[in-house]
C-alpha cells in the first residue's frame, strides 16, 4: 500500500516535498516512481528510483526535482525546488517488483506507466504564477 502526501498550492519558484508512506514492501527493495497527470493530459512518469538506487527523471526535472528514500521509515520522497506553473498535476507514488526501473535506465526513457503494479490515490500540487 502507497500513500501519498505534501501537495499544496505554492507559487512559482516554490518548494515542495511529496512523501510516499510504503507498507508491505521494503523500498529499498523495489522500484518505486513518481508519476504526475495535468488536467486534461495523459501520465507522464516524473522520476524513479530502483533497488540499486539508480535515479532517473525526465528532462525538465533534472535540476529541480529530486528523488529519496529513507528505508528505515520506509517513505519514498521527491523534494521539488523551482516550481513551474506546468508542474501543477496530481502527483502519484507508484511501485512495482518488476524491471520497470531497469527498463528506463537500458531505454532511455520511462515505459508506460500502466505496467506498475502498485498505485497511491495520488496528491495535488498547484503552482500559480
Known amino acids: 500500500r502507497l500513500v501519498e502526501s505534501g501537495g499544496d498550492s505554492v507559487q512559482a519558484g516554490g518548494t515542495l516535498v511529496l512523501s510516499c508512506a510504503a507498507s508491505?514492501?521494503?523500498?529499498?527493495?523495489?522500484?518505486m516512481a513518481w508519476v504526475r497527470q495535468a488536467p486534461g493530459k495523459e501520465r507522464e512518469a516524473v522520476t524513479a528510483?530502483?533497488?540499486?538506487?539508480?535515479?532517473e527523471s525526465i528532462v525538465s526535472v533534472k535540476g529541480r526535482f529530486t528523488v529519496s528514500r529513507d528505508n528505515d521509515e520506509n517513505i519514498l520522497f521527491l523534494h521539488m525546488n523551482n516550481l513551474r506553473p506546468e508542474d501543477t498535476a496530481t502527483y502519484y507514488c507508484?511501485?512495482?517488483?518488476?524491471?520497470?526501473?531497469?527498463?528506463?535506465?537500458?531505454?532511455?526513457?520511462?515505459?508506460?506507466?500502466?505496467?506498475?503494479?502498485?498505485w497511491g490515490s495520488g496528491t495535488l500540487v498547484t503552482v500559480t504564477s
Open positions: 507508484a511501485a512495482t517488483l518488476g524491471s520497470w526501473c531497469s527498463k528506463w535506465h537500458l531505454w532511455g526513457q520511462a515505459p508506460g506507466s500502466a505496467t506498475l503494479d502498485t
Open positions: 508491505g514492501q521494503p523500498v529499498s527493495n523495489i522500484c
Open positions: 528510483m530502483d533497488s540499486d538506487g539508480t535515479i
